[in-house]
């Protein structure tokens, strides 16, 4: 018996890390992505490297997971990470209140983590509030999400995993409730082909809705936008947090000779049409000059918005969504040959490929362990070079 | 607040077949960007358009495009700004990289070239945080005090777009060039290493008939480039090392 086949649809960064693990275990995989690598969730992303302090007080799990999956990327992509931590900082009485409570979740999730004095946070971010009151270091870093991805499909691809981009799923076949392939469109030749799988994953990201209704199963995933307003300018050397729960515009990440501020939070029905509201945009600026009153002097260089895809629960606010992930086996729902992974974030796609892919290899007798948290990944460039 | 406007978008059948241009009209929010637009006319009037784009903010240099002519990154070019240079705005492929469909080109050949610079995306990480990991590497040292906002920009400023060999003239009559992108990044690449014979190594790759000398100075490369990376005052430097490198031969 050859090796069994699996067609991951989606090239962001679950879908990328997921083709690349299933290809270390010797799995046989094909990714198929509507359009570039990275062109729906993941690249627009925030360029955060989570420390995991961000969600530990009110979210060890995603805390924990966080700090775990930053340390796996520094072993994994050395060469596409800058790895120059974070602060988060109080302006305010509520917020220096929060400070131990944060330290206390810190330590809780195994997050390295130091206070430091105002002045000294002032002297390593020169543009930093005067109103600082209280700060706290911790090991933020910055990624590009698009080479993030190129760098595990690239690494896939040299364990012999074919990426098919420009590739549009129109329906996923089946037989006597078995999942059996999937029909698709190459956008650059104008070709449909049936694509036959053992199992197909859907890493479709806020789009894995649409994909699992072709299956008619149903998984709930919430499309849950944020407007990032990036400045023409660099005015941080270190990621600025907010020092309290997470809110809108608590977020300043440096990248290049930018500094990206976010987010908002809203819900849509339709992840490719997401207008961008004017006062989140303002509400952006307004924020990020308290952390950074230097941002009132920049020059906006753009403005992006793009819907996550949070497993929705019922009654809770978005915000307040964990930003966990989940794997949904479709066999519970009468389906065999399909899964579904889905929620998390860029920081934990590694760990997320590596619970969808232990599942899968489960369904196909595969006895492989997962290798992924060592093998470091190959240059980004080799996705698109012949040589 | 919303604005309508015609996109006159090259579209091509497979292979590069059945070029031609057409007319979309579409309605969104008055400072969208150049790339919404495009987005719009996929996600309201014809899903085939192939078109690349991901960070939106100019950081991947995925979608690099010709606006009206003009080499740029549509994901921070101005609708409004491009309408009045010209109704409909115009897109098109970049020019100097072969056509795979509609707005896409193929860029294999452009990594290749990349990928033979050695420049890596990140420069050395400074000092930083203590982390608990049994890499060596990876192991901490206390951070230091920053002593100007130059030394804080690790990633390399060249987001590898393309809009250079686009609007580079010497690409368009050799395509053995190497290119004012490679040209930039060998030079990069030789500041960041400490081994002498990489260095010398790296200039190697610079010069020759289709290296550094080949360039007819147009500085396009320079004045398009998103990125202020200035690809041609590195040409120019480079071709300065390797003359003192002649010289000091000589002298030998």
């Given amino acids: 018996m050859g090796r069994p086949r699996v067609i991951v649809i989606g090239a962001g960064s679950t879908g990328a890390a997921t083709a690349h693990d299933l ?28 420390s995991g302090g961000r969600y530990c007080v009110t979210d060890d799990e995603a805390g924990i997971e966080c700090i775990d999956e930053n340390l796996a990327l520094r072993r994994i992509m050395p060469d596409l990470l800058e790895l120059n931590d974070g602060l988060f900082v109080a302006t305010t009485e509520e917020d220096l209140a929060y400070k131990d409570a944060f330290l206390e979740a810190c330590a809780r999730c195994h997050i390295p983590a130091r206070e430091l004095e105002p002045d000294r946070a002032r002297q390593l971010e020169p543009f930093l509030t005067p109103d600082v009151l209280a700060a706290v270091q911790v090991p933020d870093g910055v990624f590009e999400p698009y080479r993030f991805c190129l760098a595990f499909l690239a690494t896939a691809q040299a364990n012999g995993a074919q990426v098919r981009t420009f590739t549009e799923v129109v329906d996923l076949d089946s037989t006597n409730g078995y999942v059996t392939g999937v029909t698709v469109v190459d956008r650059l030749t104008g070709r449909t082909d049936t694509l036959g799988a053992d199992l197909v994953i859907n890493a479709g990201g806020p789009w894995a809705e649409h994909l699992a209704s072709m299956a008619e199963v149903d998984v709930p995933v919430s499309p849950t936008p944020g407007v990032m307003v990036t400045m023409g300018r660099r005015l941080n050397n270190m990621v600025i947090n907010r020092l309290n729960v997470p809110s809108d515009g608590d977020i300043v990440v440096p990248q290049r000779t930018t500094s990206i501020i976010g987010t908002t939070s809203w819900s849509v029905d339709d992840p490719d049409h997401i207008p961008i509201p004017a006062d989140h945009v303002t509400r952006m600026l307004d924020r990020g000059r308290d952390l950074l009153p230097e941002i009132a002097a920049a020059s906006i260089r753009g403005v992006m918005a793009v819907a996550r895809p949070l497993i929705s629960k019922p009654g809770v606010d978005a915000r307040l969504v964990s930003r966990t992930f989940e794997c949904f086996d479709h066999k519970a729902d009468g389906v065999e040959g399909f899964v579904t ?24 007798g595969v006895d ?19 040589s | 607040m919303t604005i309508t406007a015609t996109l006159e978008v ?5 292979g590069g077949t059945d070029r031609r241009f057409e007319e979309h009209e579409v309605t969104v929010h008055d400072d969208a960007t150049v790339l919404d637009a495009i987005e719009a006319v996929w996600a309201r009037h014809d899903r085939s358009l192939t078109f690349r784009h991901a960070c939106h903010h100019a950081s991947c240099g995925t979608c690099g495009i010709l606006v009206n002519g003009v080499e740029a990154l549509p994901c921070i070019a101005d609708l409004s700004e491009a309408l009045r240079q010209r109704s409909p705005v115009r897109v098109e492929p970049l020019r100097n990289l072969p056509l795979a469909g509609d707005l896409t080109v193929d860029v294999a050949g452009f990594f290749d070239r990349m990928r033979a610079s050695t420049m890596t995306i990140t ?23 920053a002593d100007g906002l130059a030394r804080f920009n690790r990633f390399e400023n060249c987001v590898e777009c393309g809009i250079c060999i686009s609007a580079c003239p010497t690409m368009a009559t050799d395509d053995r060039f190497r290119g004012p992108a490679m040209l930039a990044a060998l030079a990069r690449a030789r500041v960041e290493t400490d081994d002498p014979q990489e260095r010398e190594r790296l200039l190697d790759l610079a ?3 289709h290296g550094v000398w080949r ?36 002298v030998r």
Avoid at chain 1, 371 to 383: E, G, K, Q, Y
């Fill in chain 1, 23 to 50: 290809a270390l275990r010797g799995v046989d995989v094909v990714v198929v992505e509507r359009g570039e690598v990275a062109s729906g969730t993941t690249g627009r992303n925030h360029c955060l490297l989570h």
């Fill in chain 1, 341 to 364: 992974i889905s929620g998390g974030k860029t920081t934990t796609a590694r760990a997320m490929a590596e619970k969808v892919a232990d599942i899968v290899c489960g369904k196909l």
């Fill in chain 1, 368 to 386: 492989a362990p997962c290798r992924t948290t060592d093998i470091p990944l190959v240059d980004h460039r080799r996705f698109h070079a012949r």
């Fill in chain 2, 10 to 14: 090259f579209r091509c059948g497979p």
């Fill in chain 2, 123 to 145: 420069r050395t990480a400074e000092d930083r945080l203590p982390i608990p990991t049994d890499g060596g590497d990876l192991r901490a040292r206390p951070v230091e005090v």
């Fill in chain 2, 207 to 209: 010069d020759g008939e």
């Fill in chain 2, 215 to 250: 360039c007819h100075g147009a500085w396009e490369c320079t004045t398009r480039c998103p990125q202020q990376v200035d690809p041609a005052e590195s040409i120019m430097q480079q071709r300065r090392d390797l003359l003192r490198r002649r010289l000091r031969g000589r």
